[in-house]
């Protein structure tokens, strides 16, 4: 129960139209809030969360709820769901120096939008973009395939403001491209799942959107010639925009994403094509052209990490190592999803070492999965399971360094633990 | 503090020749290239091993000595000046590339190493360090960490930090951790990413994973001349709202080319009001038409002249006169202060006027010569030290190009960082709470102060909140004041 004195107080902050005790749609690994608020306002948020902490009342953050899957059990009885939804301004768009300010509660599909009117883009490839905030991506450090091109929202993310645990505004970075004043905080908030403060809003530069595309798929009878078409690409001066590794059952791909110039759009096409066959490809194709129908493609493969649907049955894992040792880590994943008798899809980020995997299953066999994968590839985090498989599995993986340090630094800026109690790495 | 029996202890830790303690010596080491602060270090030690500079921070911390980390002494903002003595600790002699992982896109460097050096060794596997700052034929990656540094190619390639896989770091209390080692998706907080950027003031790195970045295929570059800067800089500025993407844009205005002309035997005429360095690179295919687009844009604001350079001969040395155009400034006066800043690209053009305007200001010659892609300013203050006035106007026009660039929204540094040189104008641009989150950070890592206390943070009075959080600062002030 929430002291009812913090109840009126955050009527009084945020207004009674965006305080919901439908709570049900924001439980967090299954389990419910005590209450749902809607702040309008960073103002808002500041004050709102000003009086959780002096009430000693715990928050989970939530953007889309397109990732809120990730992590542990939330370390609390009672706790209140912070929405970022009222907040969903562009605050800055200067089109000509390639940089945005936005807050924390617009989705990716408004702000591509909203770029695309510019002929811009941010690269960043989220799943279920629709949902997806720029918070909720920016606290989960989530990548995208054009992450080989473009890098993540660490490459991208200029300037931030947040809210910290006290309900304190600060803010870091700035908006031009290039920024060594102070410390970079920003990196410090990005991927800390909300527990180290509540990201409001968000500066990047920008790309501008390329002039021609192209995707091609490479399939391969064997997953071991499509890492010979993995190791040509890795060696080569290519410059793709994205290559993902797929596998479904029997059959594995691999997906090349092209942009650029027409000229070195046109170049890759002919490139990879010989590459391809050189490694062995059943069958090449370029399954499409220009960006809108690239676009279009791709939006499935952004997917893949995607945990909103999930089926009774399935787990959802990334798996990160070196991009050298990829293919032996799924080999790994492979032959002990065959052991256990589970179905098993895999999206890669195959020039990174980037794995998601979708496994399918009963808990029992999921569990020996886990445990078998875990021991060889100790970064294996669990992004999407049933509550109770996930509250009982180690979902960040396994022998994490430097965990003192990190206390220190989550005791620094939330020393009562208020903000997403348990549910990061410490 | 008893000297003579510190720098005994230290001796035993890395042997006799690994001590500075030479009055004489040490002034070598009283600042780094920004001389404007200097202060003389108690002693200067040089550790071969991340085990030797644990043992040198834990008997720091027993002496009560502050550590005042230092690479090539390049940096350009006081961050290695021992401002209040201490214990220097170089990386000189910690300056070997470990293993380079080609299949893994990594490269294992200890500190020391030189930028330069490092990108020379990579060549032959088709590789490069894509941080590239002028000074990189000196300056080492340690330092190029600890500033986030950047450089011409950073336009495209991106700051240091997009470089850094994962860091080998001792902390002030002596503990040797690591960040990291190419590991795509690390779990937990970013330390790595806190690391880069920090001025030495949160611990020492001893060793670095960092990333491969291929070489291009094919490299273009041009040299397009204007009659004055403003032509350049709007060029730059629609270059960049026309959504091409260069690998780099250097402007160097007519003092600068002035400085370089004749010594890199340019052959640029003399009605040159500056010069815009355009290169793009890739794959061969599309590099004509890119680079065609980008010189329209150039004719269209009032080119007199684009040459291109043909050969990489050609080309390296129309780099060489960019990056070495600093030194060159010796030929124009006796002393130079380069000042850091950066405004947003579409501000670059009335930035530029205002900088001149700043120059007349204040009687003294500005020569400007910066990475103009990134909107990043480097107006060059020429003057005279021996002359009390001319030293003063330096500084009060330096300040005057911050707060310009403030005003258009920009900031205070862009690759140089903070030290001692732009410590008090922090308040500038942050409140005291965005001050205090920093804050916060450091104390994570350094809740005594150990490393090169006094930096980065602003001195000033009236920030309580700060000086709170900071407190354990305050163990060192007997030394600052000494």
Same mark, same amino acid.
């Given at each position: 129960?929430?002291?009812?004195?913090?109840?009126?107080?955050?009527?009084? @902050?945020?207004?009674?139209?965006?305080?919901?005790?439908?709570?049900?749609?924001? &439980?967090?690994?299954?389990?419910?809030?005590?209450?749902?608020?809607?702040?309008?306002?960073?103002?808002?948020? %500041?004050?709102?969360?000003?009086?959780?902490? &002096?009430?000693?009342?715990?928050?989970?953050?939530?953007?889309?709820?397109?990732?809120?899957?990730?992590?542990?059990?939330?370390?609390?009885?009672?706790?209140?769901?912070?929405?970022?939804?009222?907040?969903?301004?562009?605050?800055?768009?200067?089109?000509?120096?390639?940089?945005?300010?936005?807050?924390?509660?617009?989705?990716?599909?408004?702000?591509?939008?909203?770029?695309?009117?510019?002929?811009?883009?941010?690269?960043?490839?989220?799943?279920?973009?629709?949902?997806?905030?720029?918070?909720?991506?920016?606290?989960?450090?989530? =990548?995208?395939?054009?992450?080989?091109?473009?890098?993540?929202?660490?490459?991208?993310?200029?300037?931030?403001?947040?809210?910290?645990?006290?309900?304190?505004?600060?803010?870091?970075?700035?908006?031009?491209?290039?920024?060594?004043?102070?410390?970079?905080?920003?990196?410090?908030?990005?991927?800390?799942?909300?527990?180290?403060? @509540?990201?409001?809003?968000?500066?990047?530069?920008?790309?501008?959107?390329?002039?021609?595309?192209?995707?091609?798929?490479?399939?391969?009878?064997?997953?071991?010639?499509?890492?010979?078409? @993995?190791?040509?690409?890795?060696?080569?001066? +290519?410059?793709?925009?994205?290559?993902?590794? #797929?596998?479904?059952?029997?059959?594995?791909?691999?997906?090349?994403?092209?942009?650029?110039?027409?000229?070195?759009?046109?170049?890759?096409?002919?490139?990879?094509?010989?590459?391809?066959?050189?490694?062995?490809?059943?069958?090449?194709?370029?399954? %499409?052209?220009?960006?809108?129908?690239?676009?279009?493609?791709?939006?499935?493969?952004?997917?893949?990490?995607?945990?909103?649907?999930?089926?009774?049955?399935?787990?959802?894992?990334? +798996?990160?190592?070196?991009?050298?040792?990829?293919?032996?880590?799924?080999?790994?994943?492979?032959?002990?999803?065959?052991?256990?008798?589970?179905?098993?899809?895999?999206?890669?980020?195959?020039?990174?070492?980037?794995?998601?995997?979708?496994?399918?299953? /009963? *808990?029992?066999?999921?569990?020996?999965?886990?445990?078998?994968?875990?021991?060889?590839?100790?970064?294996?985090?669990?992004?999407?399971?049933?509550?109770?498989?996930?509250?009982?599995?180690?979902?960040?993986?396994?022998?994490?360094?430097?965990? *003192?340090?990190?206390?220190?630094?989550?005791?620094?800026?939330?020393?009562?633990?208020?903000?997403?109690?348990?549910?990061?790495?410490? | 503090?008893?000297?003579?029996?510190?720098?005994?202890?230290?001796?035993?830790?890395?042997?006799?020749?690994?001590?500075?303690?030479?009055?004489?010596?040490?002034?070598?080491?009283?600042?780094?290239?920004?001389?404007?602060?200097?202060?003389?270090?108690?002693?200067?030690?040089?550790?071969?091993?991340?085990?030797?500079?644990?043992?040198?921070?834990?008997?720091?911390?027993?002496?009560?000595?502050?550590?005042?980390?230092?690479?090539?002494?390049?940096?350009?903002?006081?961050?290695?000046?021992?401002?209040?003595?201490?214990?220097?600790?170089?990386?000189?002699? $910690?300056? #070997?590339?470990?293993?380079?992982?080609?299949?893994?896109? #990594?490269?294992?460097?200890?500190?020391?190493?030189?930028?330069?050096?490092?990108?020379?060794?990579?060549?032959?596997?088709?590789?490069?360090?894509?941080?590239?700052?002028?000074?990189?034929?000196?300056?080492?990656?340690?330092?190029?960490?600890?500033?986030?540094?950047?450089?011409?190619?950073?336009?495209?390639?991106?700051?240091?930090?997009?470089?850094?896989?994962?860091?080998?770091?001792?902390?002030?209390?002596? /503990?040797?951790?690591?960040?990291?080692?190419?590991?795509?998706?690390?779990?937990?907080?970013?330390?790595?990413?806190?690391?880069?950027?920090?001025?030495?003031?949160?611990?020492?790195?001893?060793?670095?994973?960092?990333?491969?970045?291929?070489?291009?295929?094919?490299?273009?570059?041009? +040299?397009?001349?204007?009659?004055?800067?403003?032509?350049?800089?709007?060029?730059?500025?629609?270059?960049? %709202?026309?959504?091409?993407?260069?690998?780099?844009?250097?402007?160097?205005?007519?003092?600068?080319?002035?400085?370089? !002309?004749?010594?890199?035997?340019?052959?640029?005429?003399?009605?040159?009001? %500056?010069?815009?360095?355009?290169?793009?690179?890739?794959?061969? *295919?599309?590099?004509?038409?890119?680079?065609?687009?980008?010189?329209?844009?150039?004719?269209? !604001?009032?080119?007199?002249?684009?040459?291109?350079? #043909?050969?990489?001969?050609?080309?390296?040395?129309?780099?060489?006169?960019?990056? !070495?155009?600093?030194?060159?400034?010796?030929?124009?006066?006796?002393?130079?202060?380069?000042?850091?800043?950066?405004?947003?690209?579409?501000?670059?053009?009335?930035? $530029?006027?205002?900088?001149?305007?700043? /120059?007349?200001?204040?009687?003294?010659?500005?020569?400007?010569?910066?990475?103009?892609? =990134?909107?990043?300013?480097?107006?060059?203050?020429?003057?005279?030290?021996?002359?009390?006035?001319?030293?003063?106007?330096?500084?009060?026009?330096?300040?005057?190009? $911050?707060?310009?660039?403030?005003?258009?929204?920009?900031?205070?540094?862009?690759?140089?960082?903070?030290?001692?040189?732009?410590?008090?104008?922090?308040?500038?641009?942050?409140?005291?709470?965005?001050?205090?989150?920093?804050?916060?950070?450091?104390?994570?890592?350094?809740?005594? *102060?150990?490393?090169?206390?006094?930096?980065?943070?602003?001195?000033?009075?009236?920030?309580?909140?700060?000086?709170?959080?900071?407190?354990?600062?305050?163990?060192?002030?007997?030394?600052?004041?000494?």
């Amino acid at each position: 129960m929430l002291p009812a004195a913090l109840t009126r107080q955050l009527v009084e @902050i945020v207004g009674p139209e965006r305080i919901s005790e439908e709570t049900a749609p924001f &439980a967090v690994h299954g389990r419910s809030p005590a209450l749902v608020i809607s702040p309008s306002s960073v103002e808002q948020v %500041a004050r709102a969360v000003a009086a959780c902490h &002096a009430a000693r009342v715990p928050l989970a953050p939530w953007g889309g709820g397109t990732r809120q899957r990730w992590g542990r059990p939330i370390a609390a009885e009672t706790f209140v769901v912070l929405r970022t939804s009222g907040l969903q301004a562009i605050l800055m768009h200067e089109p000509d120096d390639l940089t945005i300010s936005v807050e924390a509660g617009m989705t990716f599909a408004a702000l591509d939008a909203a770029l695309a009117a510019h002929n811009q883009m941010l690269p960043l490839d989220p799943p279920r973009p629709a949902l997806s905030t720029i918070g909720g991506l920016l606290a989960s450090g989530a =990548d995208g395939p054009r992450r080989l091109a473009y890098g993540t929202s660490r490459d991208l993310l200029i300037g931030i403001r947040v809210v910290e645990a006290t309900g304190r505004i600060s803010k870091a970075g700035g908006m031009v491209v290039k920024n060594v004043s102070g410390f970079d905080m920003m990196k410090l908030y990005l991927g800390s799942l909300g527990t180290l403060a @509540i990201i409001v809003s968000a500066n990047f530069k920008l790309m501008p959107r390329p002039r021609a595309a192209a995707s091609l798929s490479c399939f391969f009878e064997q997953p071991e010639r499509a890492f010979r078409l @993995i190791t040509a690409l890795s060696a080569s001066q +290519l410059i793709p925009a994205a290559v993902e590794y #797929r596998e479904d059952g029997t059959t594995a791909s691999i997906e090349v994403r092209i942009e650029g110039l027409p000229a070195a759009v046109e170049r890759h096409v002919r490139d990879v094509r010989r590459l391809a066959e050189e490694a062995g490809a059943g069958s090449v194709s370029v399954v %499409a052209e220009g960006l809108a129908a690239v676009e279009e493609r791709w939006a499935d493969f952004n997917d893949a990490p995607q945990t909103v649907d999930l089926a009774a049955d399935e787990l959802v894992a990334r +798996l990160s190592c070196l991009p050298g040792a990829l293919e032996a880590a799924l080999g790994d994943v492979r032959a002990r999803a065959a052991r256990e008798g589970l179905l098993l899809r895999v999206q890669a980020r195959a020039l990174s070492g980037v794995a998601y995997l979708r496994l399918r299953g /009963s *808990d029992e066999h999921l569990r020996a999965w886990h445990a078998a994968i875990l021991a060889r590839w100790p970064q294996l985090v669990v992004i999407g399971a049933q509550p109770a498989l996930a509250a009982e599995l180690p979902v960040w993986g396994a022998g994490i360094a430097n965990l *003192d340090l990190m206390r220190r630094i989550k005791q620094e800026f939330d020393p009562e633990n208020l903000l997403n109690p348990g549910r990061y790495v410490v | 503090m008893n000297r003579s029996q510190l720098i005994e202890e230290l001796r035993h830790v890395v042997g006799p020749t690994g001590v500075v303690a030479d009055p004489v010596a040490l002034m070598t080491y009283d600042a780094d290239g920004c001389v404007m602060d200097t202060g003389e270090p108690q002693v200067v030690v040089l550790p071969t091993s991340a085990e030797q500079v644990s043992a040198v921070v834990r008997l720091a911390a027993r002496y009560g000595a502050p550590i005042v980390p230092r690479g090539a002494g390049t940096g350009l903002a006081g961050g290695a000046t021992p401002i209040g003595g201490g214990i220097v600790v170089s990386t000189a002699r $910690m300056d #070997r590339v470990l293993e380079i992982d080609a299949r893994n896109g #990594r490269v294992l460097c200890q500190p020391g190493v030189i930028n330069w050096e490092l990108s020379q060794l990579l060549k032959p596997y088709g590789y490069q360090f894509a941080p590239d700052p002028s000074s990189q034929k000196a300056c080492t990656v340690g330092g190029n960490i600890a500033n986030n540094a950047g450089g011409p190619h950073c336009l495209k390639y991106g700051i240091t930090s997009s470089h850094v896989l994962g860091v080998q770091m001792v902390l002030p209390d002596g /503990s040797i951790i690591w960040t990291g080692d190419g590991n795509p998706a690390p779990v937990g907080y970013d330390l790595t990413g806190v690391i880069t950027g920090s001025e030495g003031t949160i611990g020492l790195v001893t060793a670095a994973w960092l990333r491969l970045t291929r070489l291009p295929e094919a490299v273009r570059v041009v +040299l397009a001349l204007f009659p004055d800067i403003a032509g350049a800089s709007a060029s730059v500025s629609q270059v960049i %709202a026309s959504g091409f993407l260069p690998a780099a844009l250097e402007i160097m205005d007519r003092l600068a080319i002035k400085a370089v !002309n004749d010594m890199y035997k340019l052959g640029l005429p003399e009605q040159a009001g %500056a010069a815009l360095l355009i290169e793009v690179d890739g794959v061969d *295919d599309g590099l004509d038409e890119l680079l065609a687009d980008i010189t329209a844009v150039c004719w269209r !604001n009032g080119a007199i002249d684009v040459r291109p350079a #043909r050969t990489p001969a050609e080309q390296n040395q129309v780099w060489a006169a960019r990056k !070495n155009a600093f030194g060159a400034m010796g030929r124009l006066a006796p002393t130079y202060y380069l000042v850091d800043t950066v405004v947003p690209r579409t501000r670059l053009p009335y930035t $530029m006027e205002q900088v001149g305007r700043i /120059s007349q200001e204040y009687r003294l010659p500005i020569a400007n010569v910066f990475h103009a892609g =990134d909107g990043n300013l480097h107006p060059i203050i020429l003057f005279d030290r021996r002359d009390r006035s001319q030293n003063q106007r330096a500084l009060e026009a330096a300040t005057g190009v $911050m707060h310009v660039s403030i005003e258009q929204g920009g900031v205070i540094s862009g690759e140089h960082g903070i030290g001692v040189e732009k410590q008090d104008y922090m308040t500038l641009l942050f409140s005291t709470d965005d001050l205090a989150a920093m804050a916060g950070l450091h104390q994570s890592f350094d809740p005594y *102060d150990l490393f090169n206390p006094g930096k980065v943070f602003p001195k000033g009075r009236g920030c309580g909140e700060l000086a709170a959080l900071r407190k354990a600062g305050v163990a060192w002030s007997e030394l600052k004041t000494r």
